[in-house]
Antibody, heavy 115, light 110 residues
Framework: EVQLVESGGHLVQPGGSLRLSCAAS????????MSWVRKAPGRGLEWVAS????????YSVGSMKGRFTISRDNAKNSLSLQMNSLRVEDTAVYYC????????WGQGTLVTVSS | QSVVTQPPSASGTPGQRITISCSGS????????VTWYQQLPGAAPKLLID???QRPSGVPDRFSASKSGTSASLAISGLQSEDEADYHC???????????FGGGTKLTVL
């Protein structure tokens, strides 16, 4: 059974940093695209970033480039999202998703950016 | 404001067939694939229809999808109360080089 478990979300002040993690199991992690997708209150889903199987290629949405960095550790079946210079509008539930089409999703971790 | 738009709400009665639209442009739906997700209340999104119009294992065949030009649709036949959820479409936008999601459609089963 595919399992994706996010962690690391909590309350942070504007301008602060946070690192989210996603522990994966139940599938061949090193063969899968991995992504982060977020859902802000009252808004639709928003793609954040994706990383290819070996981590050699990453893709992210324009507004987050330079602030958010996606990475993976295939030896530990782990995905990470380093978020810097956080803004109030980054407040959202952040989901880890696996597969070319976001085939499987974790339960999400809540990031709140507020002073 | 997303570059891909969905109606914010839809409704139907049990047993009815409903469709949810997803409208984009030549830069996304018109030149790329569309995927669909179901998000039940309080739960994470779940893949409903993949880019090849296929349903993952466990998704009832009451759910189907289609695409024409710059628009796509999700159809649900034999509507059931358990189908009450938010439905999201997604596609790849070649001009933005980004996945884009529609704003989501909240389906109410009356």
């Amino acid at each position: 059974e595919v399992q994706l478990v996010e962690s690391g979300g909590h309350l942070v002040q504007p301008g602060g940093s946070l690192r989210l993690s996603c522990a994966a199991s139940g599938f061949t992690f090193s063969s899968s695209w991995m992504s982060w997708v977020r859902k802000a209150p009252g808004r639709g889903l928003e793609w954040v970033a994706s990383i290819k199987h070996l981590g050699s290629e990453t893709y992210s949405v324009g507004s987050m480039k330079g602030r958010f960095t996606i990475s993976r550790d295939n030896a530990k079946n782990s995905l990470s999202l380093q978020m810097n210079s956080l803004r109030v509008e980054d407040t959202a539930v952040y989901y880890c998703a696996s597969g070319d089409d976001f085939d499987y999703w974790g339960q999400g971790t809540l990031v709140t950016v507020s002073s | 404001q997303s570059v891909v738009t969905q109606p914010p709400s839809a409704s139907g009665t049990p047993g009815q067939r409903i469709t949810i639209s997803c409208s984009g442009s030549d830069f996304n739906i018109g030149s790329s694939f569309v995927t669909w997700y179901q998000q039940l209340p309080g739960a994470a999104p779940k893949l409903l229809i993949d880019r090849n119009f296929q349903r993952p294992s466990g998704v009832p065949d009451r759910f189907s999808a289609s695409k024409s030009g710059t628009s796509a649709s999700l159809a649900i036949s034999g509507l059931q109360s358990e189908d009450e959820a938010d439905y999201h479409c997604a596609t790849w936008d070649v001009s933005l080089s980004a996945w884009v999601f529609g704003g989501g459609t909240k389906l109410t089963v009356l």
